[in-house]
């Protein structure tokens, strides 16, 4: 993991140098605003890497500069150990005295409850911007929880920041935090199929802000640019607004140094993000000539030296924590890993080693208790490595699993089954443009999934399941391990199956899961996942040479592609290949309205908003962004 972000720290120096330096970074009348995003507490990145970011080089660069600004734009609180064992507070502290001014809610600032969220709130000492966090009663969004926005003086300017935390929020983290004990929702977010109530909303705080006086208004976003996030893109609120000059973004993991949207005005608006884990601080300099954004990494800042008082509590921090989980408990002679020699993130997209090793750890736990077990399922979303191998440690199983989730076995139908990993793949495409945190890994089962056509899977305005696709299931083949007979045997809808997972997925709908909402529980609250990963390593026979429980090829996670559990078909087949050449083909078009975006005409005619793309790419020739959809346009609709 720590040559990984040696390599991307290497290439984004290489690719940036050009444009900036980092001796004289202000001149005296600038304006500087420091900015991170998705840092998900990676406070070791000095380790092994004395160039490695952290805070105190992050505060160290703050005080280099007079009157500069340092904020936040997301997921800060959670994402390892050194968050997850006292829920962000230790990172709170950090932000405290590296002199964050602001931040905003990510979806995992919501991770630790709304309990957890309002401690974090009350220990800042800089503020929590969301202008789209809400109060919520009866289905209607009222007060926002936190500000929506701030200004700030710099320089003798007023400069105005506009917090936005991504509608995705509450199917992406556990929907139960923003319910009350009777199951309303008390809090959720402006959003709605089009997009218009988040562009609405945002609209409105730029308004405040500029009849504030403000000369300078920047969006702290925790929105991304990935498709499967639209309509709620940063690039879609600049789009559907007015009078924003910057957008600091986050959520999405993109390197974006420096990127020019126009707004709807076409006026141009510069959007920004780091990527994440710390790899780069940004660095917005407001200067008369206009707005300029960079990114620094940890070679361009190898001469500042940290700030001591930042860089005690980290390395205080990372003592504890080692000294904790750093236990030698196995060793893996394979290695467990989620992603391809590309970068690209498998895990959420389809079986994998770790995921099989996940699964397979669920299974044995309830397995080895006598419980019956029959199937055990682990969303690709809480799995969260890098390449693992040679000595495993309680804290290697953190870096799997970071979330505190615990362990429960449910009894479910067959057919509730089936639901469930209908729904956990229904992002998913042929061509591998999406991916999904919902994608469930598997043990005790096997099925093939096809995606040659979209999902038409039924789901609620937030994200939510409320019934099975209406156009044919993409799941195919379901079989379930008889352990009895030592067989595959087809599922059946109608029978009780002991179902393994943990209680966000399975019981707090997180993922959206709530075909699950009303089976019966068996055994709740059983282990932590970080301890059921330690205790599955610890079953294996202990190697002579190691002396520890050794996992080796035999065991069957030498593949990072799994042990093809799950076979995924992104083709048609044979048949249905014939059946749709046999059928007539009608030519589509479709004039845009008001409110229109690719993602809810796509919802329209296809059943699902996941195929935008296919819009896009048939209309592209009067579409110079798919974010820019005029009304009027014509669109081919395939």
Known sequence: MKQQKKLISLLLAASMTAFFSVPALAADEDITVFYTNDIHTYVDNHLDDENGLTYSKAAALKDSIPEAILVDAGDHLQGTAYGEMDQGMTMIGLMNEAGYDLATFGNHEFDYGMNGTFAAMDAAEFEYLSCNFCHEENGVTGETVAKGWKMLEAKGEKIAFIGITTPETISSTTPKYFMDDAGNFIYGFHRDGDGSALYAVVQKNIDEAKAAGADHIIALGHLGVDPSSVPWTSRAVIAATEGLDAFIDGHSHTTIPMEEVKDKNGETVILTQT?????????????????????????????????????????AWIEEIEGQLGQVIGYAEVTLDNYDETGKRLVRMQETNSGDFAADALYDLF????????????????????????ELSYHSCKEIHPFGNVACLLSVTGQQLLD???WASKDLVADGSAESGSFLHIAGAKYTLDISEPSTVQQDANGIWTGAPTNGYRVKGLQIFNKKTGNYEPVDLDAHYHLAGYNYTLRDLGGGFAMLKDAVNVLDYVAEDYMVL????????INQKTGLPTITAADGYGDVNGQGRITIQTEASAAEKTDASAATVVERFYEAVKGDSLWKISRSFYGTGTRWRVLYDANRGQLPSPDLLQIGQRLLIP
């Open 367 to 390: 397995d080895e208790m006598g419980l019956d077990v029959d199937v055990a399922v682990m969303n690709g979303g809480g799995i969260r490595n890098n390449a693992l191998t040679g």
């Open 275 to 315: 990527g994440s884990y710390l790899n780069t601080i940004g660095k917005m300099t407001i200067s008369a000539e206009g707005i300029k954004a960079e990114l620094l990494t940890g070679d361009d800042l190898a001469e500042l030296k940290p700030d001591a008082k930042v860089k005690a509590l980290e390395d």
């Open 534 to 541: 330690a205790n599955y390593i610890q079953s294996f026979p």
């Open 420 to 422: 469930a990993l209908e």
